[in-house]
């Protein structure tokens, strides 16, 4: 008995996938610093928006401020007067070593007051910027605190989101996986520019035997979703 054997092609299709588009990056603000909520606008949520969003109480480091800064200022006239005082002490003859040094003593005290001093006023003026908290062109997602709240520092305030860009996400198979960056992206099966932005070399938690893949894409329809194929040329 004779057998015909027939060789028949294999064509190896790309799984397709289904992505959403999305924003590019996901941001949770923190605050920096502790107070009492003055300012914080509901009516701001769900815009792009370039300004401030949350302002917190900022008097007691505003008076504290101009009372540290005052404080610097008559530090430094008292230390001029203590050096020129001590430049004519140390020529009177008859004065001791140590009542010398004594005086040169107390200009030193003087000075590492007044370098504390200067700490204090810096550290006092990054509070006060803390104080407010501003956007650049985000999405102000929502907010997760009220007005008249009072936050500690670490407290999270609100989500935000880059949308510059979107991007689809993509968990791939293992045999897609091999060699994905030189393949073609295919979208809603027609060939695109686009290129695999991030790829993760190990395998998802979620998706187990998957690999999750980043394309960075330029659709502004956020929520949609999208057939994703990759494919060799």
């Known amino acids: 008995m004779k057998y015909l054997l027939i060789f028949l092609p294999i064509f190896i299709y790309a799984k397709s996938y289904i992505?959403?588009?999305?924003?590019?990056?996901?941001?949770?603000?923190?605050?920096?610093?502790?107070?009492?909520?003055?300012?914080?606008?509901?009516?701001?949520?769900?815009?792009?928006?370039?300004?401030?969003?949350?302002?917190?109480?900022?008097?007691?480091?505003?008076?504290?401020?101009?009372?540290?800064?005052?404080?610097?200022?008559?530090?430094?006239?008292?230390?001029?007067?203590?050096?020129?005082?001590?430049?004519?002490?140390?020529?009177?003859?008859?004065?001791?070593?140590?009542?010398?040094?004594?005086?040169?003593?107390?200009?030193?005290?003087?000075?590492?007051?007044?370098?504390?001093?200067?700490?204090?006023?810096?550290?006092?003026?990054?509070?006060?910027k803390d104080k407010t908290i501003s956007i650049n062109n985000l999405y102000l997602k929502e907010f997760l605190v009220n007005k008249y709240d009072y936050l500690t520092a670490g407290t999270k305030v609100a989500t935000v989101y880059d949308m510059s860009k979107s991007k689809l996400t993509v968990y791939v198979n293992a045999e897609d996986y091999k060699n994905i960056k030189n393949k073609l992206i295919y979208i809603n099966d027609v060939k695109s520019d686009y290129k695999i932005n991030k790829i993760d070399i190990?395998?998802?938690?979620?998706?187990?035997?998957?690999?999750?893949?980043?394309?960075?894409?330029?659709?502004?329809?956020?929520g949609k979703t999208l057939k994703v194929e990759f494919k060799n040329e």
């Open 202 to 222: 190990t395998t998802d938690t979620t998706y187990i035997s998957s690999y999750k893949t980043e394309v960075l894409i330029d659709s502004k329809e956020y």
């Open 19 to 128: 992505g959403v588009v999305e924003p590019v990056n996901e941001f949770t603000i923190y605050a920096k610093t502790s107070g009492e909520i003055v300012s914080l606008d509901k009516n701001d949520e769900m815009k792009i928006l370039t300004k401030d969003i949350i302002k917190i109480d900022k008097s007691l480091e505003v008076d504290t401020l101009k009372l540290y800064e005052e404080q610097l200022k008559l530090y430094n006239q008292k230390l001029e007067i203590m050096q020129s005082n001590y430049e004519k002490y140390i020529t009177i003859r008859g004065m001791s070593k140590v009542d010398k040094d004594n005086k040169l003593l107390e200009i030193i005290d003087l000075k590492n007051s007044i370098a504390t001093l200067k700490i204090s006023i810096v550290d006092l003026k990054n509070s006060i």
